[in-house]
Nanobody
C-alpha cells in the first residue's frame, strides 16, 4: 500500500525559508500527479501546489504564487516544496497528496491518499 511521509517542517522567522519533502513508497509515484495542501488551526484544508507526473503542469494557490516552488524527483520518489519569503499566515500543517486531478492545466480536485502532515510555524 502506498505511503506518504512528509518532513522538513519547523519554526522559522518571517522572511525565512524552508524546504518540505514527501517520500512516497510504491510505484504509484512515478506516474501520479502530486500535491501539497495546508491546514491552519480552525480553517479548512487548502490547496498549495500541484505538479503532474512529468512536471509539465504545475499550479499554485494564489497566496503562495511567486514564493513557493513545487518539484519532484522521480528517481528518488520524493516530492518537494521550497518555501521562500515565509509569512506568519503560512503557519499550518502541510500535507502531501497523491494523484490530485488537473483540469485544463489547473488543479481541480485532491486525491484520496494523504500523508500525516508536517508542522510549519512562521514567527513575526
Amino acid at each position: 500500500q502506498v505511503r506518504l511521509d512528509e518532513s522538513g517542517g519547523g519554526l522559522v522567522q518571517s522572511g525565512g525559508s524552508l524546504r518540505l519533502s514527501c517520500a512516497v513508497s510504491g510505484r504509484e509515484f512515478t506516474w501520479s500527479a502530486m500535491g501539497w495542501f495546508r491546514q491552519a488551526p480552525g480553517k479548512e484544508r487548502a490547496f498549495v501546489a500541484s505538479i503532474s507526473w512529468n512536471g509539465a503542469m504545475i499550479d499554485y494557490g494564489d497566496s503562495v504564487k511567486g514564493r513557493f516552488a513545487i518539484s519532484r524527483d522521480n528517481t528518488k520518489n520524493v516530492l518537494y516544496l521550497q518555501m521562500d519569503n515565509l509569512k506568519p499566515e503560512d503557519t499550518a500543517v502541510y500535507y502531501c497528496n497523491l494523484a490530485p486531478i488537473f483540469e485544463r492545466g489547473r488543479f481541480a480536485k485532491a486525491g484520496a491518499v494523504w500523508g500525516q502532515g508536517t508542522q510549519v510555524t512562521v514567527s513575526s
